[in-house]
């Protein structure tokens, strides 16, 4: 860190930490470490309910077509917010159906925390129903990785938080 004239190094140092803070709150790093993951999360979920469904009696046919359909609108929102980022163009929708379907009541980050939890959910019911162990070895590389940007990026940002709030 280098001082700057008539600022001194404080400020530099301030600026760095609000550039970093800015990176962890532009679309494109939330889509990358949360949208996107949360959407392979769904997608799989989908798939393999959509499979178990082709079993005569199981009901999971529709279901798991309705949760494909879902997590790749919300995929494809989750692209075209980080590429509208990149561009550097605001995005006029949400990250998510649920989000935008927020809109109308005034309260998207409320159904934003909605969609949190019913893709935790998600993570667990493929967990505790083992559906995890149906996964091909390709959709298992897309669960770890979309596992391993979730975590470690919530990591960072909280290791971060806490390192410049102390």
């Known amino acids: 860190m280098t001082p700057e004239p008539g600022n001194g190094p404080v400020c530099a140092a301030a600026r760095e930490a609000d550039a970093i803070q800015r990176f962890f709150t532009r679309p494109v790093f939330l889509s990358a470490t949360i949208g996107i993951p949360f959407c392979i999360f769904k997608l799989l979920f989908g798939i393999t309910a959509f499979r178990l469904g082709e079993s005569p009696g199981t009901g999971l046919w529709v279901f798991g077509g309705i949760i494909v ?29 649920l989000a935008q379907l927020g809109r109308i009541f005034n309260r998207p980050l409320v159904f934003l925390a909605l969609d949190t939890l019913i893709t935790f959910c998600i993570i667990c019911a493929m967990l505790w129903l083992g559906w995890i162990t149906l996964l091909d070895s390709t959709e298992l590389v897309l669960w770890y990785t979309a596992t391993t940007l979730n975590l470690v990026s919530l990591s960072l940002v909280i290791l971060y938080n806490e390192i410049r709030n102390s």
């Open 69 to 97: 359909i879902w997590a790749t609108c919300d995929l494809c929102m989750n692209a075209s917010r980080s590429l509208l980022d990149l561009a550097g163009k605001k995005a006029s929708f949400e990250f998510c159906t």
